[in-house]
Each structure stands twice: as structure tokens, then as C-alpha cells.
């Protein structure tokens, strides 16, 4: 057979890896996927010689790419919104497969690609927009298919992971280690995507709608960052037996979905508790399989093209398949998305990580228990630090049971009407992950 033709959009990091590993592995890659994947145009605006572009036709216009008759699939790698949403679609509506690794433009204009894409009959595929060469959105879709999935939880932003390891390893601060992930290339010049949670938070509203058949919706996803983490918060944490993880959690309940990024104490043998530096995890629970982890890079030149070109090889071989027998985008038909509300934060149970900035005489602990019991908070376990006094205050440490989040609200609003015995106090949730 022919070989299939492709256009790829944005010569970046992933873009350039996409390129190497199709020519350095054609002949493997065309036994797997029944025919050859040949680059014949590649959309980008900067000229880049170390990658293999020799024979390739080059542009500077994207929709050059998705105009161009001879292509079968375009590559999206050019990030962002809206000038990807506008070539996006115009490839499909130019009755062409995408393959992208855009994770913001499928969690805010998912469900309006896949909308014309199922119109038109032609595949979109995105496993290389979650957690970079893990094939973690094929695994839930299709590894996991006979489950019903009760919760995930992941750790899918590497530039956190890498600054929690390093404030935990070597009690580094926050600013300190955000400064060397900068220079490494791991973080942004404007890191806010990464330390506040909405790059995670992009990914796992992907996860969610595979995971529990509901439409994209990360409008309603809540994001916290972890700019307000000290090396002490760390440190005890440690001491309880926790480790402190940026994750995102989508859990399935009664009531609805939560979904949700935040700082996270995970107990310290669980396995993705000792996921460190730039590594990404997903832990999935499952009805039927239980807890499956599935670990690796999140990012680099070669691990996310790796994901890339298996969508390249999934289109081409479902290339002569019926398309109303292709897989689902989001693992379920179309016609069965469920209308599973999204909880916001405050309706969601927790444990709690409490770090309570305290006047040091007596009486202080029994208030701030007296605060917590009236509310149904129930705590796990106390650690005080007296030597660490700063401006007449002393950090109380407790750990709670679970509980609502709008009763821990009430409670922290409480402590903190206590000014002249509480000053700040810093709230983290717990998650056992079994």
C-alpha cells in the first residue's frame, strides 16, 4: 500500500523528536502500523538543522499544511488556543485525521472537535497531550474498558514534581529550586501554568471525561498552586510519614465528580508518593483491575514524539476500518456521555494537613480543638515544634480525619478570627490513594 502522508505543524522540542523517531524507525514503525508514515510538509517559522528535514517540503504557514491535498494526517505541536483551534479545524473540515499533543486546546475545545470530527468521519487523537510517553489515555479507553473506574489520581506536571522533590531532598526553598527549573529549560520564563495547577489541571480533565464518560469541562476544574509550600511544610510532613505531591484527583461519588489539583500529603510507602523530579504518574482504580500505576517521562524531545507517533501508527491502521467502529474519543459513544455533574471544591471530602501559626500558652490547643469538634472534625494525629518560635508564634501541626471541604472553610475562618492567639494557617489535603 501507499504510504500514508503527513503534514507536521510546529517544529518545537516534540515536533523535532516526532521527525527523528519517524525516520530512524520507519521500517519498524510501518510493520506495526501495515504501511509507511512518510513527512512530506512541515509548517514552521524558524529553520531547524538539527533535525532531519532533508526532503520535506518546509513552509512558515500552518494552514498551508492543512490545505495541502496530498496529506492524510496533520501533526498539531504549535500550542495554545486559538490559532491551533482554527487549524485544527480546518484540517478536519479538509477531511483530514489530526494526531496533537495540545492538552489546553483539548480540555477548553475538545468537545467542539470532536463534535466535527465525528461529522466529518475522521479520527483526532491526543495521547501525547497527557503525561508526555506514558500511554496512559490508551489504557484507561482501551486497557481499562471493562472497569468502572471509581478514581484517578496523577502526578502530570513535571516542573512540580521537580521542585517538591528538591525541597524535600535537599531543603531547598520554593524560589530557589523554580529558579534553577527555569534554567534547566523544565519551567517558563511565566511559570504560572506549572506551579499553579492549570497545566495538570488541563490533563486531567482529559482523564476525567476517558475515565467517566462525561464531556470536557475545565471551567469547573479547581486548581490550587504550590507557590505557598515552605520547606518546613515539607519537613513536616516527612516526620508524619507523608510526602507532599502537586496532584490532580478525579474521583467518581454519589453526589458527582470531583475534580481537582492541589498540593497533596500521600502517605510515604504508597508507590506514586515516590515519584520524583521531572517523572509523571497516574494511579487508576478500577472496579475490576483495582490500583494500576503507570509511570514515565512526562516530557522530553523523543518521550512525548513516542506518543505521537502511536497515534500515527492508530490512525493509519484504522484508516480502512468503518469510522462508526473507530474508538470512541473519550472511550465512550458519543450519544452515552453522562451528564455526571462536577463537584466544586467545597462539596468534596478530604483529609487535611493543618500547619497553624499558634501563640505558645496554655489553653491555645484546647480553642483550636474546640473550634475543629464543633464543626464534626475529628483529628488524626498533633505534632508541636517549640523551638521554632517566629514572632511569638509556634507551628501546631495536625492531621485530620476526613471531611467536607466547606467545614474545613468554616473551621480555618474561625482559627484564624483567633487573632490574638492564631496567625496564618496553612491548609494541605491528605489522600491515602489504596
Known amino acids: ?196 495547577g492549570i497545566d495538570a489541571a488541563h490533563k486531567l480533565t482529559i482523564l476525567a471525561s476517558i475515565a467517566f464518560g462525561i464531556p470536557l469541562q475545565f471551567d469547573k476544574a479547581y486548581t490550587e498552586g504550590i507557590t505557598k509550600l515552605t520547606t518546613a511544610d515539607v519537613n513536616y510532613a516527612e516526620a508524619l510519614g507523608y510526602r507532599i505531591k502537586h496532584l490532580g484527583v478525579a474521583r467518581r461519588t454519589d453526589a458527582g465528580i470531583e475534580l481537582r489539583v492541589h498540593p497533596t500529603l500521600i502517605p510515604a510507602d504508597r508507590l506514586i508518593a515516590n515519584v520524583n523530579g521531572v517523572m509523571n504518574a497516574v494511579m487508576v482504580n478500577g472496579d475490576a483491575a483495582g490500583s494500576t500505576l503507570f509511570y514515565g517521562a512526562g516530557a522530553g524531545i ?54 497553624i501559626q499558634a501563640k505558645d500558652r496554655p489553653g491555645v490547643l484546647a480553642q483550636v480543638a474546640s473550634i475543629l469538634s464543633e464543626r464534626g472534625i475529628n483529628i488524626e494525629s498533633i505534632m508541636q515544634k517549640e523551638v521554632e518560635e517566629q514572632d511569638g508564634l509556634v507551628p501546631m501541626i495536625l492531621v485530620t480525619h476526613r471531611v467536607a471541604e466547606q467545614r474545613m472553610n468554616d473551621a480555618i475562618a474561625a482559627l484564624e478570627a483567633l487573632n490574638d492567639v492564631v496567625g496564618n494557617v496553612v491548609r494541605i489535603r491528605v489522600e491515602q490513594l489504596n
Open 1 to 196: 500500500m501507499n504510504p500514508v502522508k503527513v503534514g507536521i505543524c510546529g517544529l518545537g522540542t516534540v515536533g523535532g523528536g516526532t521527525v527523528n523517531v519517524l525516520k530512524r524507525n520507519a521500517e519498524e514503525i510501518a510493520r506495526r502500523a501495515g504501511r509507511g508514515i512518510e513527512v512530506v510538509q512541515i509548517a514552521t517559522r524558524t529553520p531547524k538543522p538539527q533535525y532531519q528535514t532533508t526532503g520535506i517540503t518546509m513552509t512558515d504557514d500552518v494552514f498551508a499544511v492543512a490545505s495541502n491535498p496530498e496529506i492524510d494526517i496533520v501533526v498539531e505541536l504549535i500550542g495554545g488556543y486559538s490559532v491551533a483551534r482554527e487549524l485544527v479545524l480546518k484540517a478536519i473540515d479538509n477531511g483530514k485525521h489530526v494526531v496533537t499533543a495540545n492538552k489546553a486546546l483539548i480540555a477548553v475545545h475538545g468537545n467542539e472537535i470532536f463534535a466535527r470530527a465525528r461529522e466529518k468521519g475522521v479520527i483526532v487523537a491526543f495521547e501525547a497531550a497527557v503525561a508526555g510517553g506514558i500511554p496512559v489515555i490508551k489504557a484507561i479507553r482501551e486497557g481499562l474498558a471493562a472497569n468502572r473506574i471509581n478514581w484517578l489520581a496523577g502526578i502530570i506536571n513535571g516542573t512540580g514534581n521537580f521542585i517538591l522533590s528538591e525541597m524535600r531532598e535537599k531543603g531547598r526553598t520554593f524560589e530557589d529550586v523554580l529558579t534553577e527549573a527555569q534554567a534547566l529549560g523544565y519551567a517558563e520564563a511565566d511559570p504560572t501554568f506549572d506551579v499553579e
Open 302 to 355: 523523543e518521550a512525548t514524539a513516542s506518543a505521537v507517533v502511536a497515534d500515527l501508527v492508530d490512525v493509519v491502521r484504522a484508516l480502512t476500518t468503518d469510522p462508526t467502529n473507530r474508538v470512541p474519543h473519550l472511550a465512550f459513544q458519543p450519544d452515552s456521555l453522562s451528564d455526571h455533574p462536577i463537584l466544586p471544591i467545597t462539596d468534596c471530602e478530604s483529609a487535611y494537613y493543618l500547619r
